[in-house]
């Protein structure tokens, strides 16, 4: 069974910095892209960075320039690194492993950002 266990949520202040991790398990197989999702109260959940098992990024328009998605492959892990935090990036984020069968997602971490 596929786990995807997610740490480094948390509460901080405008400006600062936290860095999510996500570590797939329970399976031989690679993921093929790993991505970090969020949801907010009361919206969609929505796409904040993807990273393919190459390397190509792809960015939500409100993130770029301040996060950064990496990934290990010999981990399976990837991480989102955020900086210049806003009140506005504060949501559940949810991290995502799409895996030749499905995908899969973790369990999500709180990220809250004070003014």
């Known amino acids: 069974q596929v786990q995807l266990v997610e740490s480094g949520g948390g509460l901080v202040q405008a400006g600062g910095s936290l860095r999510l991790s996500c570590a797939a398990s329970?399976?031989?197989?690679?993921?093929?892209?790993m991505g970090w999702y969020r949801q907010a109260p009361g919206k969609q959940r929505e796409l904040v960075a993807a990273?393919?098992?190459?390397?190509?990024?792809n960015y939500a328009d409100s993130v770029k320039g301040r996060f950064t998605i990496s990934r290990d492959n010999a981990k399976d892990t990837v991480y989102l690194q955020m900086n210049s935090l806003k009140p506005e990036d504060t949501a559940v984020y949810y991290c995502n492993a799409d895996f030749p069968w499905r995908a899969y997602w973790g369990q999500g971490t709180q990220v809250t950002v004070s003014s």
């Open positions: 329970g399976t031989r197989f690679s993921p093929n892209a």
């Open positions: 990273i393919t098992s190459t390397g190509t990024t």
